[in-house]
């Protein structure tokens, strides 16, 4: 028998390893959720960001990627919740005060803006993004522990 008679087997035994050690080892279906959800969340927050200075829809964005946020962690009970049931929920969750009240008052924010009297100037706009994007970057936002 010839060495390249068992190259092809032994080549074909070692692919086949790696991939069942790739699908065994990779990543679970919600690690896989997880990043598609942040994923959309950086989306949401770079068109808040490119509507920084126009201030059109800038809002809106910003308030559904924190909105995103406090559902994915809040679990799938979160899901088309009003704001207090769903802070309370998230207080239910383990988040303290000190999570959950900065993330109420952005989404009180971009409500009062989308709904009241207008957007705001362009520096309240980089400071509320500077606040969403400071909290979102906590660990406690990117999912559920």
Do not use: N
Request: with cysteine.
């Amino acid at each position: 028998m010839c060495s390249s008679d068992l190259t092809v087997p032994g080549l074909l035994a070692i692919i086949w390893l790696g991939g069942e050690a790739r699908r065994r080892l990779g990543p679970d279906e919600q690690a896989r959720i997880r990043a598609a959800s942040l994923g959309r969340r950086r989306e949401l927050l770079g068109q808040a960001r490119a509507a920084l200075d126009s201030g059109e829809g800038f809002h809106a964005k910003l308030a559904e990627a924190l909105q995103k946020a406090a559902v994915e962690r809040a679990g799938p009970q979160g899901v088309g919740l009003a704001r207090d049931p769903l802070m309370a929920l998230l207080r239910e969750r383990g988040l303290g005060d000190e999570d959950v009240r900065p993330l109420r008052d952005l989404l009180d924010a971009c409500d009062a803006a989308r709904f009241g009297a207008g957007s705001g100037d362009v520096a309240s706009r980089r400071e509320q993004f500077e606040r969403a994007t400071k909290l979102l970057d906590k660990k406690i936002w990117r999912g559920r522990p």
